[in-house]
């Protein structure tokens, strides 16, 4: 008898090791209105060694907050065409603009003006010049815009990155529109063309570092 336990327990667990697939994969939703400041600032962190953070925020002591503060300017600034995808535990953040027409009244520009200068402060002209430069690349047509893309380091390399960003690709394909981003680290460029995106230009930001524009094509 005990032989013939210790043979059934060995091909219990065969099977189990047959249909092991690995990590559970992350859960994606939308963020809760209180989680507002937890989702901005793993974008905080997760481009704290960013080259355009940099370029913009130097100061390294500062530079995740003022980030996180410039990534909520970023989503308020898209008004209802905005997006926000995070995981179950908000263990990264992707902001998205939809291609919809959505205009935000006088008053909410000037604000969202006001506080663009409150946060950029000394580097405000560095990113309006950013701003411009790479608005001037974007695609006239329809488009799915992935604005940012961002995990928490501890989290990295968990297929985070991707779960954020395959249901609206999934979107972008079932409706026939292009999806478009630019990367600020080359090194990010292979995961992008795991995903389908094609880099389309090498922009050099005058004064900045470089970023690559890349294309997701429809169907």
């Given at each position: 008898?005990p032989?013939?336990h210790?043979?059934?327990?060995d091909a219990v667990?065969?099977?189990?090791?047959?249909?092991?697939?690995?990590?559970t994969r992350p859960v994606?939703r939308?963020?809760?209105?209180?989680e507002?400041?937890?989702?901005?600032?793993?974008?905080?962190?997760?481009?704290?060694?960013d080259?355009?953070?940099?370029?913009?925020?130097?100061?390294p002591?500062?530079?995740?907050?003022?980030?996180?503060?410039?990534?909520?300017l970023?989503?308020?600034?898209?008004?209802?065409?905005?997006?926000?995808?995070?995981?179950e535990?908000?263990?990264g953040?992707?902001?998205?603009?939809?291609?919809?027409?959505?205009?935000?009244?006088?008053g909410q520009?000037?604000?969202?003006?006001?506080?663009?200068?409150?946060i950029?402060g000394l580097g405000?002209?560095?990113a309006a010049?950013l701003?411009?430069?790479?608005?001037g690349?974007?695609?006239?047509?329809?488009h799915?815009?992935l604005?940012?893309?961002?995990?928490?380091p501890p989290?990295?390399?968990?297929g985070?990155?991707?779960?954020?960003?395959?249901p609206?690709l999934?979107r972008?394909?079932r409706?026939g529109?292009p999806a478009y981003?630019?990367?600020?680290?080359?090194?990010n460029?292979?995961?992008?063309?795991k995903?389908?995106?094609?880099?389309?230009?090498e922009?050099?930001?005058?004064?900045?570092?470089?970023?690559?524009?890349m294309?997701?094509?429809?169907?």
């Amino acid at each position: 008898m005990p032989r013939a336990h210790a043979h059934t327990t060995d091909a219990v667990n065969e099977i189990q090791e047959s249909f092991d697939f690995g990590p559970t994969r992350p859960v994606v939703r939308a963020p809760r209105p209180e989680e507002r400041r937890s989702v901005l600032d793993v974008l905080g962190r997760a481009f704290h060694d960013d080259p355009v953070a940099s370029h913009l925020f130097p100061n390294p002591r500062n530079r995740a907050r003022r980030w996180a503060r410039f990534s909520g300017l970023a989503v308020d600034s898209m008004g209802e065409t905005a997006h926000v995808l995070t995981t179950e535990a908000v263990e990264g953040t992707a902001i998205w603009q939809l291609p919809t027409d959505s205009q935000l009244g006088f008053g909410q520009n000037l604000r969202i003006a006001l506080r663009f200068l409150a946060i950029a402060g000394l580097g405000a002209r560095r990113a309006a010049r950013l701003g411009d430069f790479t608005g001037g690349h974007r695609l006239r047509e329809p488009h799915y815009y992935l604005a940012a893309l961002g995990t928490d380091p501890p989290h990295q390399g968990k297929g985070v990155g991707s779960a954020l960003i395959e249901p609206v690709l999934a979107r972008a394909d079932r409706e026939g529109i292009p999806a478009y981003l630019e990367s600020s680290k080359e090194a990010n460029v292979p995961f992008y063309r795991k995903h389908g995106f094609e880099v389309v230009a090498e922009l050099h930001v005058p004064g900045g570092p470089r970023v690559w524009s890349m294309l997701r094509p429809a169907p």
